[in-house]
């Protein structure tokens, strides 16, 4: 794919969008590009449209501006970041239609190329690393390097997941660069977590069960628990990660009840399971060590459906 910049020729009105619960990547990838848009090209007018956005990212640009239900518009130009599937757009999904362009900027594997121009690396850390290859690096200003931070930042488990590179490190340096105040955006991005959310992880780990001989673990919050502690589902991130911290641990899985005898499904894998075809199989998607989808069912039959093909690729 060309530049950005090139694509933007001709567009006088445009969108940008992400998935549904969008998390540090999604939110990242989408306000850095509004910025830099208002930052270069201020006669495009441009949209951001996100499903409610989380209050930690509060402290990125355009945050207050994010549009959380769509508008009848026709767009010259929608851009999808960081979202795989059609069905996985969110509250932009009705635009896509009535869109002059459409072009989707992504780093999953999963990715359906839904989009009239698809612009995938699978090997980026995040949507906010294939981004700032598509942009003019002199041209980003430190507001901008800050959403792409926290993108690149959060997606990496903080430089840790193997989707890390020495691509990623150069990105992160070149945003280290604008001035960026990193250790502010790792602590509210990544690890700060409110005393509900402390509370209910703390939860989820005690009532944890291992399976498969101890090589796979399985926590679940229930609805009467997310009602007990007042917690919604975009308080559960990262409890699926303390669950992978298991010594000895290949999978972990993380469910919880998002409708009656419905759940969502969070896997994780240290590399042996490739959990994206787990999830592709029941409709979601991912990467090898990150997949999600949604199930239904009760906790038991999810987890018995989920662990048949992980036990046959254990034993592969
Ligand atoms: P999560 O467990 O929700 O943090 O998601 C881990 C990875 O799987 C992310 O890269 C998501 O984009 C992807 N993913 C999660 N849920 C789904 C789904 N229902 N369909 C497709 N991909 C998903
Ligand atoms: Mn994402
Ligand atoms: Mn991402």
Known sequence: M???????????????AGHVRPDGDCIGSCLGLYQYLRDNRPEIQADVYLED????FSYLPGFSEVKTSCEEKEYDLVVLLDVSSEE???VAAPLLAKAGKTICIDHHVTNTEYCEINHVEPDASSACEVLFGLLEEEKISEPCAEALYTGIVTDSGV???????????????????????????????????????NQIMGRT??????????????????KKDMDFYGVTPKDMDGIVNQLQNTRGVEVAIFLY????????????????VD??????????GGHVKAAGCTMQGSVFDVVNSLTLDIERQLQE
């Open 257 to 272: 009840e998002i409708g009656v005898q419905e759940y969502k499904v969070s896997m994780r894998s240290n590399g042996k």
């Open 2 to 16: 060309k530049k950005i910049d090139e694509i933007l020729n001709g567009v006088s009105c445009m969108a940008i």
């Open 205 to 222: 780990i005690m009532e944890s069960i291992m399976l498969l001989d101890q090589r796979c673990i399985v926590g679940y919050v229930r």
């Open 88 to 90: 996985r757009i969110g």
């Open 275 to 284: 959990v994206a075809r787990v999830a592709s199989y029941f409709g979601g």
């Open 159 to 197: 430089f840790q997941y193997s989707s890390t590179s020495p691509h990623t490190m150069r990105v992160a340096a070149a945003l280290m660069e604008k001035g960026v105040p990193f250790t502010r955006i790792i602590e509210d991005a990544f690890f700060k977590k409110t005393y509900v959310q």
């Open 53 to 56: 956005p989380r209050p930690e």
